[in-house]
């Protein structure tokens, strides 16, 4: 089911079995599907300097996932194991009847692209990987600490609290080692502030972070060659979170997959070299574009 614009931020809605999903759509109605995974503590306005190029061409879709900076917390009881939050987002495309999608994930929203193209491949063309968790990462290793203190009473609260000190956005096991530049403010202010205020997000955060079990990556990873269709890998130069190897195995474990490094950046690409970013994406759509028209019903 999919509903008008929703609250002050203008986004449109769709409900799934498991609640509300705010989303932006921007580009030609007729255009091919894009669909975009973030991870853990941002939203889609991660993808913000990357959507402007590709939505000249295509449909792009940019979703707040239940990820920690969303606006509506999921009903309960609500399944944020990796193939739960690969169902919200087979669910998000049924809901939409979105077809020949092409689903691109960044950071722990990369491990779930990873399950949605094993688990629910039915409406998928091809898939982006982005840094991403994968294999033995989930999480990377400076996200330990926050996966620890989410089971100290309210200390997820305490930590968006001091996500508003620009200098402790810059520490590894928080926005340091994610972007190699600081993030503008407006988009920190949307990445952070949902937490603050809202007790059901903080509580979505916290069971999502409870959720992460390495068992599920590397499941996923022995079953990614269940999807054949053409997949794109893109590795961060600079990476401080997930191992150079990974992009390699990442690109050797799926059928019909192209590995493409950009340089000078960290996990973050969308935010550190969007530009690039943008124009890697639409070589790839482009050399691997499907003959069968998108479908859909988006606002």
């Excluded at 944020?80 to 077809?99: E, H, N, T, Y």
């Excluded at 409406?123 to 330990?144: E, H, K, N, W, Y």
């Excluded at 603050?196 to 590397?218: C, K």
């Amino acid at each position: 089911m999919v509903e008008g614009a929703a609250g002050d931020a203008g986004l449109a809605a769709a409900r799934i079995p498991q609640g509300v999903i705010r989303y932006r759509v921007t580009g030609p109605e007729d255009g091919p599907v894009l669909v975009f995974v973030h991870g853990f503590l941002v939203n889609g306005d991660l993808w913000r300097k990357v959507v402007p190029t590709l939505a000249a061409t295509y449909r792009c879709v940019t979703p707040d996932w239940p990820a920690g900076s969303h606006e509506v917390p999921l009903r309960r009881p609500a399944d944020f194991s990796l193939p739960g939050m690969a169902q919200i987002v087979a669910d998000f495309l049924a809901a939409l009847d979105l077809r020949d999608v092409t689903l691109i994930g960044n950071d722990s929203g990369g491990a779930v692209v990873q399950r949605t193209a094993v688990d629910h491949p039915e409406r998928l063309a091809r898939i982006v990987l982005t840094p991403c968790d994968a294999f033995d990462v989930f999480p990377p290793s400076p996200f330990g600490l926050v996966v620890a203190s989410a089971y100290v009473p309210g200390m997820p609260w305490l930590s968006l609290q001091a996500m508003r000190v620009r200098a402790l956005r810059r520490l590894p096991f928080a926005y340091g080692w994610f972007a190699k530049h600081p993030i503008d403010e407006a988009a920190m202010r949307s990445y952070i502030e949902p937490g603050l205020r809202s007790p059901g997000v903080r509580r979505d955060m916290r069971d999502l972070l409870f959720n992460l079990d390495r068992a599920w990556t590397r499941n996923t990873a022995e079953r990614l060659r269940e999807f054949t269709g053409p997949a794109l890998v893109v590795r961060a130069g600079d990476d401080r979170l997930f191992p150079a190897e990974d992009g390699r195995r990442l690109a050797r474990a799926l059928s019909d997959a192209s590995l493409v490094t950009i340089p000078d950046c960290y996990t973050a690409i969308p935010e550190d070299r969007p530009d690039e970013l943008a124009a890697t994406i639409a070589d790839f759509l482009a050399k691997t574009a499907s003959p069968r028209p998108a479908a859909g019903r988006l606002m």
